[in-house]
């Protein structure tokens, strides 16, 4: 209780006012969704305070400490990759096109000290911590594809952090794959039965991770499950009219799929910390009709953080109805752009204005961050 105390104080004494002069200086919004915690360049929440006292730091979560009693990582880390196949992106009714650019990273120097001079893992992914997937296409006309976002940190902690959702995306599409049936398959038990399998792999060893998911059937309805901050959008004549809501826990903390193991929740828990570990059957799930033309957008907050769907509208209408461009091309130049504006200081983001909204003070800046989309057009 005592260590709590003196925590809260040295956070109000020494940290809160360094991160105030940090922001007034930048003039922009800092980089990294964790507020509260002692680095600006660390990321999304995925410990909380189960104490009361924490609260009034406005719910300031922690980034993962470690202690003596960590266990060693072992080197199961799979090659960096994405789950999905270039050849393929006109499948039958749909088209699919992905991109993807990760955030500027910098080299983890406690994995390296663990790894023997590795080079951290998330630095080596092509996706950084997010991840995507597309399943082959079969004559049965059913397709499963979407976006999965590592919650960030536990790279410094020594841990490959874009495991969890590069394993977690390879399991539902080699699952998919692998049914005879899938016309009865929705999105949500797929995203159940990928997570239990992670959960038993020694490929992940320890993270949190959002999964936005989809089923397309050949009768034209796009069946979506998705649990935690990413999104998806369905847009027709160039407007959204059917979306995702986020969950969250609190403003920065995401609902999140982890695996941790016992004993650092146990410690975690000594220290007063709670890990936030949600279930897939807390995933929502919604059914549209398609038609023709329409626009699917999966993507990671490093979108729906930076643009608002009024952005995307002009975007597309200006894309795909101005110039007639490839889906592939729209969705490289839309990444291209959002990247863009994640390192605009002066870009007045979604997630600056939902920080202004919330502190009553003006808030500016994009929000770096990985960003990856998967993009379909009904044919
Ligand atoms: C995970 O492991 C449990 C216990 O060994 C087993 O019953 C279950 O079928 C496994 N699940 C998957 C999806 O591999
Ligand atoms: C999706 O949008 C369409 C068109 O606005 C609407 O008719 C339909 O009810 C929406 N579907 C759901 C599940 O909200
Ligand atoms: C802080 O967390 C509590 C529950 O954990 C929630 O009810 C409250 O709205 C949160 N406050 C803010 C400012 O996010």
């Given at each position: 209780?005592?260590?709590?105390?003196?925590?809260?104080?040295?956070f109000?004494?020494?940290i809160?006012?360094?991160?105030?002069?940090?922001?007034?200086?930048?003039?922009?919004?800092?980089?990294?969704?964790?507020?509260?915690?002692?680095t600006?360049?660390?990321?999304?929440?995925?410990?909380?305070?189960?104490?009361?006292?924490?609260?009034?730091?406005?719910?300031?979560?922690?980034s993962?400490?470690?202690?003596a009693?960590?266990?060693?990582?072992?080197?199961?880390?799979?090659?960096?990759?994405?789950?999905?196949?270039?050849?393929?992106?006109?499948?039958?009714?749909?088209?699919?096109?992905?991109?993807?650019?990760p955030?500027?990273r910098?080299?983890?120097?406690?994995f390296?000290?663990?790894?023997?001079?590795?080079?951290?893992?998330?630095?080596?992914?092509?996706?950084?911590?997010?991840?995507?997937f597309v399943?082959?296409?079969?004559?049965?006309?059913?397709?499963?594809?979407?976006?999965?976002?590592g919650?960030?940190?536990w790279?410094?902690?020594?841990?490959?952090?874009?495991?969890?959702?590069?394993?977690?995306?390879?399991?539902?599409k080699?699952?998919?794959?692998?049914?005879?049936?899938?016309?009865?398959?929705?999105?949500?038990?797929l995203?159940?039965?990928?997570?239990?399998?992670?959960?038993?792999?020694?490929?992940?060893e320890?993270?949190?991770?959002t999964?936005?998911?989809?089923?397309?059937?050949?009768?034209?309805?796009?069946?979506v499950?998705?649990?935690?901050?990413?999104?998806?959008?369905?847009?027709r004549?160039?407007?959204?009219?059917?979306?995702t809501?986020?969950?969250?826990?609190?403003?920065?903390?995401p609902?999140?799929?982890?695996?941790?193991?016992?004993?650092?929740?146990?410690?975690?828990?000594?220290?007063?910390?709670?890990?936030?570990?949600?279930?897939?059957?807390?995933?929502?799930?919604?059914?549209?009709?398609?038609?023709?033309?329409?626009?699917?957008?999966?993507?990671?907050?490093?979108?729906?953080?930076?643009?608002?769907?009024?952005?995307?509208e002009?975007?597309?209408?200006?894309?795909?109805?101005?110039?007639?461009?490839?889906?592939?091309?729209?969705?490289?130049?839309?990444?291209?752009?959002?990247?863009?504006?994640?390192?605009?200081?002066?870009?007045?983001?979604?997630?600056?204005?939902?920080?202004?909204?919330?502190?009553?003070?003006?808030?500016?800046?994009?929000?770096?961050?990985?960003?990856?989309?998967?993009?379909?057009?009904?044919?």
């Amino acid at each position: 209780m005592a260590r709590r105390y003196y925590l809260v104080c040295i956070f109000f004494v020494l940290i809160f006012p360094m991160l105030l002069s940090y922001i007034a200086k930048r003039g922009s919004i800092p980089i990294g969704r964790n507020l509260g915690s002692k680095t600006i360049r660390s990321t999304r929440s995925f410990s909380i305070y189960s104490s009361t006292s924490a609260k009034s730091g406005g719910n300031s979560s922690k980034s993962f400490g470690t202690s003596a009693s960590t266990p060693t990582p072992s080197s199961t880390s799979s090659s960096a990759a994405t789950n999905y196949d270039n050849s393929i992106h006109s499948l039958k009714n749909y088209d699919v096109a992905v991109a993807y650019q990760p955030k500027d990273r910098e080299e983890s120097n406690l994995f390296k000290k663990k790894n023997n001079n590795k080079r951290s893992p998330a630095l080596e992914s092509p996706t950084g911590e997010d991840n995507l997937f597309v399943s082959k296409q079969f004559d049965d006309g059913y397709i499963t594809l979407g976006v999965a976002d590592g919650v960030g940190g536990w790279s410094e902690a020594g841990y490959d952090s874009s495991a969890i959702s590069r394993e977690l995306c390879a399991s539902m599409k080699s699952k998919f794959e692998s049914l005879t049936d899938r016309s009865n398959l929705s999105p949500k038990q797929l995203l159940t039965f990928a997570f239990e399998e992670i959960t038993n792999s020694s490929k992940v060893e320890i993270g949190g991770t959002t999964a936005c998911l989809g089923i397309l059937t050949p009768d034209k309805k796009l069946k979506v499950a998705n649990l935690g901050d990413s999104w998806c959008g369905l847009f027709r004549n160039y407007q959204l009219i059917n979306e995702t809501n986020f969950q969250t826990h609190n403003f920065n903390t995401p609902y999140q799929l982890a695996k941790i193991p016992r004993q650092i929740v146990r410690q975690a828990e000594i220290e007063g910390r709670r890990y936030i570990i949600d279930s897939p059957s807390m995933a929502d799930e919604y059914e549209w009709d398609l038609q023709k033309g329409d626009v699917i957008m999966f993507a990671t907050d490093g979108v729906t953080d930076n643009v608002i769907p009024k952005d995307i509208e002009i975007f597309l209408k200006d894309q795909i109805e101005g110039q007639g461009d490839s889906l592939k091309n729209v969705a490289n130049s839309f990444v291209k752009e959002v990247v863009k504006v994640s390192k605009d200081p002066n870009f007045p983001s979604a997630f600056a204005q939902e920080l202004s909204r919330l502190t009553g003070q003006k808030y500016l800046g994009g929000k770096a961050d990985d960003i990856t989309i998967v993009l379909v057009r009904v044919q």
